[in-house]
């Protein structure tokens, strides 16, 4: 059985394991106060350009869309998600656990635009309700979408126009920056928004994420908020090593960039075939939509999740690629899927 | 400078990366529910003796502490804890933030009894007050000093006469359970608690606790608390494979016996020299009392914490030994304080 | 200006206020246990018709169904609601507040049923999502709409066999239960919920509402959670004095059979006019559509709510009766709009 | 029998009354935006002698300590209070409920002073740590006593300094502002504090207690934390009534010195007698100390509490006067202890 269910199912880079390795007996400080967690924070600063942002390492996208949006809002502040975004749909009320509404705006791929966040200002008007304070976006999307630069400043523009602080999940952030069409990288990133989080998970780490947040009053007493909820692990390097390794050179591009080529392959296939998408992803995630017959054939050889019934007979499913995502397997599910292109 | 600063200084034992290593391209499950997490839940299971209970396995001490304590209690039911509990003092507020007091007590040692407990049930009479609920205890106590198995089984049987949950912190359980008088191991605390945790990440894991929970009301739906506050991992198997290692045959205890042996000495030196200690602890953790003036002295090669003043040119230290701390450096540092003990 | 605002706009009925008076100077206990509210809760369990359930006298709606809801659920469960419900817009994020996700079903007319419940039931599979637990129903709802008896056995029964608790906010409950064709009473109410209030402030008290509560695990330690949510008052005499003179005798529902009537002639004047209604609403709150000429022309003597644009030049408004409504005031918002009628 | 128990035995002073049935059939705006409690709030602002203080309306001094101290503090942060404050002992863990630790100090009298702030902020080191906020002050304490303008200046300094917020639970305030040697008035009360309430309930009012709120920052949308705490009432003018009645003249005063008076008596008469008293309280609420024998004798005509025991025969019991204490229950009460001196 070959999985294309996620890209958590391998470890991590071998290169990481490697350095973790090497500097397992070296005494250093606990807490993210290491050597190598101060080395990373600073080459991700550096490859930002900007010394103006604070870099935290965290354990995974929950426990940091979490405690992120916990310490910026006050008790009757709201976020605004799209109807599909991870904090309103698979976090399993984490937000809300913290005290704070998601506020869901329906959207047709994920991505949310000023336009449709207006209405959601609109309706509320007072006390009676809560106050949206932050907009969230996943870079990409849970179905694969991405932002142009140009969108991303829209919703800038209109942030700061309403007073509303914006938030990118980057869980899959390496994958968003990577494909071929972006203008995006981590400079505009960091410019364009208050926060966000370069995910290591799902992209060659064995686990972390890396938080940059720019405001100062955002950043202030932020470990202690860490701390709170469990997120300062005692050996903090054990995150602080990953992302050193991950942004001494261009790594984490190059393993998003793998991921992209290798579901790059499988959409050109599918497209080839004839079947069609639930969203137009260039990332590592993609959404075909595929006769319910050759769904079921697959299975046979291939893991993956079915993820909505399209019609009487077609259902979309989810391919995902990762860094150790082998051109073997792609092939294999290739074949696959033209040999039962006429299964209906 | 050598570090006797804490046992969390250095990285994993070596057999744990190379397990890391060998399994890395493997593809598994994610969340938890990977071969290796499953397996070691087992082997834990084993070495209880006993199926009915669940073994989940957490990122660090105070995101157990809160994640289970918060899934343990209502709204209105308070945590009992010495005034030194971790819970207390250390988790900047991490229990409370779920929206539970912690009720603390005096103690001498670090140690709770029934004797200590009864007042704290006594004071709380009604609906104006907290409802005490569960007791918090660490084994070892922040102290450095152990439960026996007459203690716990006192305490067992107090906590169901008043119908009290019984929680143990395990941070460094295997020190606990490797003194040499202790009658305890990891099947009587199953039996005398209703929930402790296994610490991995001070016993030779880079990261990991298990928690085993043993009433069956509180094992349900306990995986919707983890994902609800963070700790879910999508590479859970970063955690399994650790305690799949230490679990395997006794390697976990033998960690844990070298950290105690090594302070073991330490402390034999120490009272040679004819200091006492702020408390006696048979563990990994000492707290010898010293002349300032040798404190400075042997703060120049090794690193440590001053704990507490205990008259005017003394104080206590805290010295740490682990699993992976060299008989050279305990010599080293018995010279030094051999060296200096006639500083005043 | 005459006000058709809402339904809290005049202070409590006079009996109320004479009974106050008389009883003034009369020493009582705190907090709840004075006589008077121990008599108004045996007269609810009277009207109720059974002994088995705990009355508690709380200050207002927001109140009630955030201490209620958050008492009943653990932390990872979550409340479904019509999207329309109170707890999802209008309580400023209450119950989230409380650490809870409130799961919003679209409705037509308010009203939830079980097909409207199940498909959330369908999507919420695993730990990685909330735990549906509760059906929060209003009756009537916010649009006005009452439950039948059969509609809420079905409610009942669906709950029953999925594992859900049932609560009803009642805060306008005396006009549901006189509306004519009803065939629930306040027995039914606590025969077939597992919660539901009898709400007071909008049907002659000053403040007050009267929370029900059936099954034992729930009743348990309730008032914990009324003093931690600072709501037990320790003039609790306020609260029991004015229920008890509501159900003394049938005061309750006389106020609010007036307040329906004269919702019912406005409702048959308006139809009379040729005019429609957003809801068909048989309680104290209409939502007739008008043109929006008419309702300028209507603003300049009557206050009252603008509710939601229907079209271009319509759209639909709320009137509110209760019990203080005068039949002149009622006539003369007729004749207003009689007067208006071939404004367009 | 006639109770001493405590301040909120009987209902409101009669003026109030009086103007609630008054004012009952005007129509009013909901939510505490009614002609009365706009016109309450500018007379406390009068009394100030300041514009730039809000002013807030709410029910109980549980409910208002809430609302206030968790919309004041971010989530880390933590309240210091004497280990017999109200917030920390008896308000059922309702600061802890909304997330925050309260920080304990022991003082004699249960008063505090920057000398034992000052050991809080010194322990509080870094991020493992809750972070010291805002000092809770009650004025007067839960035993009696005051504290001077001095005093209050000293913590005034020391707060801004130390970058804490000073806030007052001022449950009986009229009676400390009252006491003869008294030099603080609600004036200096609002230029010295950050916040502070002036209770109601147990001052003559039925239920209610206003919350003024200095720094513009503190202000900002203090409506959302109220409506969200369930504490913005929909006929929010039974708070306005009755603030507006006991601040329309000298009322409120009046009665607080009343209840001092009866108290003043009880003291000089115990006094006189040869008993001492927990602490030194010149305000409503005072602790002789009795021989046992004594107290039993008494509780067979009166009614108070046990507070505390002092040595094998003897005990503190409280007593408490209020508005409405008349000068024969007095009498009588002293006649009792006078009769029974010889008690042992």
Not at 268 to 287: H, K, M
Request: some cysteine.
């Amino acid at each position: 059985m070959i999985s294309f269910k996620n890209d958590y199912s391998e470890g991590a880079h071998p290169r990481i394991l490697k350095t973790l390795m090497e500097t397992n007996l070296k005494q250093e400080e606990g807490y993210g106060l290491d050597s190598y967690s101060l080395e990373a924070a600073r080459l991700i600063r550096d490859r930002i350009g900007r010394e103006d942002v604070d870099v935290h390492f965290l354990s995974g996208g929950t426990q940091t869309n979490l405690i992120a949006i916990s310490s910026f809002l006050r008790p009757h502040e709201a976020a605004i998600a799209a109807q599909t975004g991870h904090i309103f749909v698979h976090e399993a009320g984490a937000i809300e656990s913290t005290g704070h509404k998601v506020l869901a705006v329906v959207t047709r791929d994920g991505k949310l635009a000023p336009e449709q966040i207006q209405p959601v200002l609109d309706f509320h008007t007072d006390e009676h309700m809560v106050k949206p304070r932050l907009v969230y976006l996943s870079n990409p999307t849970e179905l694969g979408t991405v932002y142009s630069r140009q969108e991303l400043e829209d919703l800038r523009s209109f942030c700061d126009e309403k007073g509303l602080l914006l938030y990118v999940d980057g869980a899959r952030l390496g994958s968003a920056l990577c494909v071929p069409e972006t203008d995006l990288d981590l400079g505009s990133m960091a410019q364009l928004t208050d926060a966000f989080y370069i995910g290591g998970t799902k992209c060659g780490a064995l686990i972390g994420e890396a938080l940059v947040i720019r405001p100062p009053s955002l950043r202030q007493d932020f470990r202690f908020y860490m701390k709170q909820k469990g997120a300062l692990l005692s050996k903090g390097r054990l995150l602080g090593i990953q992302f050193l390794e991950l942004f001494r050179d261009d790594l984490y591009f190059e393993l998003a960039r793998h991921a992209n080529r290798m579901a790059g392959r499988l959409k050109s296939a599918i497209e080839g075939v004839g079947f069609g998408f639930l969203a137009d992803s260039p990332t590592n995630q993609i959404f075909p939509i595929l006769p319910d017959s050759l769904i079921d054939e697959l299975k046979k050889d291939f893991d993956f999740y079915t993820w909505s019934r399209v019609d009487d007979s077609h259902s979309s499913i989810r391919l995902v690629t990762s860094w150790a995502t082998r051109q073997e397997d792609v092939a294999a599910l290739i074949q696959a899927i033209e040999t039962g292109r006429d299964l209906r």
